[in-house]
């Protein structure tokens, strides 16, 4: 644990709460001042607990004591006190009242600003100002959101960014231009974690080299020596000495540290830089658009200066600016591709076009270099969890369809489905038992008969209007690890009826419940976790129950009949939409509200086609591949079918299946439509 007095900042905060005033000293205490106390006293744990159960106790209470409680525990690293400090801060974010709670949570906007963005930022304070109630709940869904293990109590990526906000305020220290009370470093280092590169140093002018690289790469050569004597000009080593000496005056050794991010922009193999240094201007640390940021803009116009010789130069748009560009990212090369890249990409352009190139060229490098920056960080994740990097990811998906009971009443058939095998194996060959081999895994029906210890189960989360939880669903589910990955999908299955567009959660965890046995990285999550994956996602609209109305369920496809099938449908579901080739292709549909007739029977017409999807994903309606109208007449104003419709001799491809019923006696219609790949 760290000292009593473990940040500056906090102990100044705590002073100013208790002296402010004699007329606040002659109030009661609230419970939030008594807990500043107890922490100023050097009582951390009696100050928890004053404001935990202050928490409990009330309903409407002071959102600082929430913020508070989150910041020293993350700052202390009280672990056992997460899911507390979880709880408190989204409190602290719903039911605040009163002038202190507001100002709490404006200041929370603006500690939030690193990670939400310019956009998000501005419509919370616009909302904060309007005093909208929407501000609360889209705050809290941020971070519900953000939760990597919604079927706990903890959120570990809120817990990971308070843990960055008290290292950055140790760590980023050089000047207190943020939030945070630390410099500029900070704002990156909250968004993404400790970088995976830094380079530090201070750019330079080696005196021995930049006057004969100044008569080599950059002195016109338009005139010969003894034109240069008779119009009185300088020579070329001349020249290189005027110049030389404009770009000692307009050099001013600046500091720089560079952080390079490697796996934050996507698929992509381009790192992601970060450029902290001296201003020129204020002699400030803080982070700069581009290497150019350290030349002085002056550098940049020599039409301004008074010298002849420089303005001399100037026609062929010769700056000092330029110099020190073409200098700073020589130094750099050595340190990432983009600097190497810079530097040649200004070389291409005089090597092309001469001297003509020269003219403007050191303003246009510039503005070239913050465009790359800007696009590589536009690319980029707004944040980034360290942590989570380092938990094996369980791919995890959700697939909904939307039916109707006998009594009309909307349902909802909700299938998670997870793909452990990767997540196992990267444990299995950490912790592997010396008595059982991968093949007898994969050659065994169940994995749980033969590795008791593995467990996997999947979470189903509802939320209200404000993201409270309002049902949480758990269940023990099969590990399959076939090596047929089409069968080696783990599911579980849900049924709930359907009333209206909920968020929802779904997640996945990995359990190894050998105490023998070790996590590959130390993290906040339990230690017996050794896999994860999670998804956030909204139900879709009800089917509506007008019993007037032809209603048409949402189509479920599959492939091989069987009748002891474990899920609602009597053979394999694909949910994924992957039919194997030369499977036959198994449609299940349901139509509601027919029309019954006077013989005391039901008649619908069913059309189904099926139309090959080119690469470019347009349908060609002129190649169908199958099409078929078939009778329907039911005693029932509902029908529920299973069709096998015979597809083995589908080529492998991706196809469009168009399935449209019609009602014969009330004459109306409805059609849906879903695609479906055949592979090999």
């Not at 290189?240 to 001013?252: G, Q, S, T």
């Not at 090597?351 to 503005?367: F, P, R, T, V």
């Not at 590795?451 to 209200?464: A, C, G, K, V």
């Amino acid at each position: 644990m760290k000292p009593a007095n473990f940040h500056l900042h906090i102990i100044l905060f705590v002073l100013g709460s208790l002296l402010c005033s004699e007329l606040l000293e002659a109030q009661p205490r609230t419970p939030y001042q008594k807990g500043l106390e107890l922490l100023y006293q050097g009582h951390i744990e009696q100050a928890l607990d004053k404001w935990e159960n202050y928490y409990d106790e009330f309903q409407r209470i002071d959102s600082r004591a929430g913020f508070h409680y989150i910041e020293v525990v993350t700052d202390q690293s009280i672990s056992g006190r997460y899911e507390s400090a979880t709880n408190m801060y989204y409190k602290a974010l719903s039911n605040g009242v009163g002038v202190n709670s507001r100002i709490a949570i404006r200041q929370e906007i603006e500690r939030l600003k690193p990670i939400i963005g310019d956009g998000i930022s501005r419509q919370w304070l616009e909302w904060w100002e309007n005093e909208n109630g929407k501000l609360h709940s889209d705050m809290t869904g941020f971070w519900v959101q953000l939760d990597p293990t919604p079927a706990t109590e903890v959120n570990e990526r809120l817990i990971e960014h308070w843990q960055r906000i008290a290292s950055a305020r140790e760590q980023f220290t050089r000047n207190s231009s943020t939030i945070y009370g630390t410099d500029d470093r900070a704002l990156i280092y909250i968004r993404y974690g400790s970088p995976d590169r830094i380079s530090r140093g201070i750019l330079t002018l080696q005196d021995l080299n930049v006057k004969p690289w100044l008569q080599m790469q950059i002195i016109p050569r338009e005139q010969d020596d003894e034109e240069r004597i008779f119009n009185r000009e300088p020579s070329v080593a001349g020249q290189a000495e005027i110049l030389e000496n404009a770009v000692y005056d307009f050099h001013r050794y600046p500091e720089y540290e560079i952080w390079f991010y490697d796996n934050v922009i996507g698929r992509t193999y381009s790192s992601l830089p970060f450029i902290f240094g001296t201003n020129v201007n204020t002699q400030q640390f803080q982070l700069q658009s581009s290497v150019d940021d350290f030349i002085p803009l002056r550098a940049f116009n020599p039409e301004k200066y008074r010298d002849e010789n420089l303005v001399e130069f100037a026609r062929y748009g010769i700056t000092p600016a330029l110099i020190l560009q073409m200098l700073y990212y020589e130094q750099l090369t050595t340190i990432d591709p983009f600097f190497e890249n810079r530097l040649n990409s200004m070389k291409d352009a005089l090597l092309e076009q001469g001297m003509k190139a020269l003219q403007g060229l050191d303003l246009a490098m510039k503005a070239e270099s913050i465009e790359i920056i800007n696009s590589r960080s536009n690319q980029a994740s707004r944040q980034v969890s360290t942590y989570q990097r380092q938990i094996p990811v369980v791919p995890v998906g959700i697939y909904q369809y939307r039916f109707l009971g006998e009594d009309r009443n909307p349902y909802l058939i909700t299938f998670v489905e997870s793909n452990p095998k990767e997540a196992f194996l990267i444990d299995f060959n950490k912790n592997r038992p010396s008595n059982i081999t991968l093949e007898d895994i994969e050659d065994a029906e169940r994995t749980e008969d033969l590795l008791p210890n593995y467990e996997l189960s999947h979470s189903l989360q509802f939320y209200d209007q404000e993201w409270n939880v309002t049902q949480r669903f758990s269940e023990t589910t099969c590990i399959r690890l076939l090596r047929n990955t089409m069968r080696g999908v783990s599911y579980t299955v849900y049924e709930f009826p359907h009333t209206e567009r909920t968020n929802q959660s779904a997640s996945v965890q990995l359990i190894n419940t050998d105490e023998r046995s070790s996590p590959i990285y130390s993290t906040p999550y339990p230690q017996n976790l050794r896999g994860l994956g999670s998804i956030h996602f909204r139900q879709p609209e009800p089917l509506k129950s007008n019993p007037d109305s032809l209603q048409f369920a949402d189509l479920v496809l599959g492939y091989e009949v069987h009748e002891n099938a474990d899920s609602p449908f009597n053979f394999t579901v694909a949910n994924n939409q992957v039919i194997p080739w030369r499977e036959s292709l198994v449609l299940h549909f349901e139509v509601y509200n027919l029309e019954m007739q006077a013989n005391g029977f039901s008649q619908f017409e069913l059309t189904y086609r099926i139309l090959p999807v080119d690469e470019l994903g347009e349908v060609d309606t002129e190649l169908t591949e199958f099409v078929l109208t078939l009778n329907f007449t039911s005693e029932e104003e509902r029908l529920i079918e299973d069709l096998e419709i015979e597809t083995a001799d589908l080529r492998p491809g991706v196809y469009e299946l168009r399935v449209q019923v019609r009602d014969v006696n009330s004459h109306q219609g409805k059609s849906r439509s879903t695609r479906f790949e055949v592979v090999n």
